[in-house]
């Protein structure tokens, strides 16, 4: 799916908006109510905020190892959304509130297993994090990527056609991050907590969900 940054954004101005207007539910009263509910909105609108700057900084060409920074933060922020919107999870959610350690830390176990019996084939959230986090620490696979966008803005012969293909997995991962937030919000699943959303006001986003192309046909 190529990038279409308006239809991105205006994905995310619903959302946004359904989110805010779901958190005047007696179980949240505008966020002043430490509910589960209330930390499920907190983290999706946290995780919206973060893809907003992701398409920013995949717009501007050398700055991919910036992206994946921010596509790292988005990644924890999904799964511990995905973790507190478990319905039997309430008390990791609260735990959450009181700020209790390790608590903003997602079980990725868990969500592997509820992927799987929803019928995934191969769910790769565990290996999709490792990825995000060798190339937000100090390793040397990051040093090596940032090395190659200097040598784009120094103008060094070869750089540039190395940062092409990491580009496109930035662009990919842009999309693909967006499918996971929008299905997140609207999926109805018995397990999950419910979500006061009306979807027939996030019609843009609805249509991205039902166009997506590259979500698992089991799932």
């Known amino acids: 799916m190529a990038l279409d940054c308006t239809q991105i954004l205006q994905c995310l101005d619903e959302t946004e908006r359904e989110l805010f207007r779901a958190a005047d539910d007696e179980e949240c ?7 589960q509910l209330s930390s499920v909105l907190l983290l999706l609108l946290r995780a919206s ?15 991919e190892d910036g ?7 988005f990644e924890e922020t999904w799964n511990l959304a995905h973790d507190f919107r478990l319905s039997l999870h309430e008390n990791r959610a609260m735990r959450w509130f009181a700020g209790k350690d390790k608590s903003w830390s997602a079980r990725i176990g868990t969500l592997v297993d509820f992927a799987i019996g929803r019928g995934h084939r191969g769910p790769t959230l565990g290996r999709d994090y490792g990825l995000l986090s060798e190339l937000a620490h100090p390793t040397r696979a990051a040093a090596e990527n940032s090395v190659t966008l200097c040598g784009v803005r120094m103008g060094i012969p070869g750089a540039e056609d190395q940062i092409l293909a990491e580009q496109e997995n930035c662009e990919r991962r842009i999309t693909a991050a967006l499918y996971r937030l929008l299905w997140l919000i609207l999926d109805q699943d018995t397990k999950f907590l419910a979500i006061p959303v009306d979807e027939g006001s996030m019609p ?6 039902r166009n997506y192309k590259y979500v698992d046909p089991l799932t």
């Open 67 to 73: 992206f994946h920074l921010v596509a790292r933060g």
């Open 29 to 35: 009263q505008r966020f002043h109510r430490s509910s």
């Open 204 to 209: 843009v986003s609805s249509e991205f969900v």
């Open 49 to 63: 905020s973060l893809l907003r700057s992701m398409l920013r900084v995949v717009q501007i060409r050398d700055l």
